[in-house]
Protein backbone atom coordinates (compact mmCIF):
# COMPACT_ATOMS: atom_id res chain seq x y z
CA UNK A 1 0.00 0.00 0.00
CA UNK A 2 1.50 3.27 -0.75
CA UNK A 3 1.72 5.90 1.51
CA UNK A 4 2.67 10.21 1.38
CA UNK A 5 4.14 11.75 4.26
CA UNK A 6 3.05 15.60 4.90
CA UNK A 7 4.16 18.22 7.33
CA UNK A 8 2.07 19.89 9.20
CA UNK A 9 2.47 23.31 12.07
CA UNK A 10 0.39 23.85 14.68
CA UNK A 11 -0.74 19.95 15.58
CA UNK A 12 0.48 19.68 19.08
CA UNK A 13 -1.86 17.40 21.10
CA UNK A 14 -3.87 14.07 20.90
CA UNK A 15 -7.00 16.43 20.09
CA UNK A 16 -5.20 18.42 17.30
CA UNK A 17 -4.27 15.12 15.79
CA UNK A 18 -7.53 13.69 16.48
CA UNK A 19 -9.63 16.71 14.57
CA UNK A 20 -7.20 16.52 12.04
CA UNK A 21 -7.70 12.45 11.52
CA UNK A 22 -11.36 13.34 11.16
CA UNK A 23 -10.93 15.87 8.52
CA UNK A 24 -8.29 14.51 6.11
CA UNK A 25 -10.14 10.69 6.38
CA UNK A 26 -13.05 12.05 4.63
CA UNK A 27 -10.23 13.10 1.36
CA UNK A 28 -11.53 10.61 -1.62
CA UNK A 29 -8.63 7.70 -1.82
CA UNK A 30 -7.59 8.10 1.73
CA UNK A 31 -7.16 4.44 3.40
CA UNK A 32 -5.89 5.68 6.78
CA UNK A 33 -4.32 8.30 8.72
CA UNK A 34 -1.74 8.34 11.21
CA UNK A 35 0.39 11.26 12.54
CA UNK A 36 3.57 12.00 14.61
CA UNK A 37 3.13 15.25 16.97
CA UNK A 38 6.13 17.32 17.32
CA UNK A 39 4.92 19.82 20.06
CA UNK A 40 5.92 23.30 18.91
CA UNK A 41 7.44 22.07 15.70
CA UNK A 42 6.56 20.46 11.95
CA UNK A 43 4.18 17.34 12.85
CA UNK A 44 4.18 14.52 10.85
CA UNK A 45 0.15 12.81 8.61
CA UNK A 46 1.20 9.79 7.12
CA UNK A 47 -1.83 9.45 4.67
CA UNK A 48 -1.90 4.95 3.00
CA UNK A 49 -3.48 5.21 -0.10
CA UNK A 50 -6.43 3.04 -0.72
CA UNK A 51 -5.41 0.97 -3.99
CA UNK A 52 -2.50 3.04 -4.38
CA UNK A 53 -4.79 5.69 -5.85
CA UNK A 54 -2.83 9.35 -6.54
CA UNK A 55 -3.77 11.39 -3.45
CA UNK A 56 -4.63 15.32 -4.39
CA UNK A 57 -2.27 17.47 -2.32
CA UNK A 58 -4.94 20.22 -2.56
CA UNK A 59 -7.68 18.20 -1.33
CA UNK A 60 -5.70 17.33 1.77
CA UNK A 61 -4.04 20.91 2.27
CA UNK A 62 -8.17 22.43 2.56
CA UNK A 63 -8.99 19.44 4.65
CA UNK A 64 -6.56 20.15 7.23
CA UNK A 65 -7.62 23.98 6.62
CA UNK A 66 -11.06 22.79 7.47
CA UNK A 67 -9.70 21.41 10.76
CA UNK A 68 -8.91 24.40 12.33
CA UNK A 69 -5.67 26.30 12.82
CA UNK A 70 -3.33 24.14 11.24
CA UNK A 71 -1.07 24.38 7.76
CA UNK A 72 0.31 22.08 5.30
CA UNK A 73 3.89 22.72 4.67
Given at each position: MQSTTY??????????AR???????T??????VSVEIVADGESRLILKHKEDVELSRSDVKAAVRRAGDYRLI
Open positions: RVTGMTCDRCVIKDHVGVPGVGA
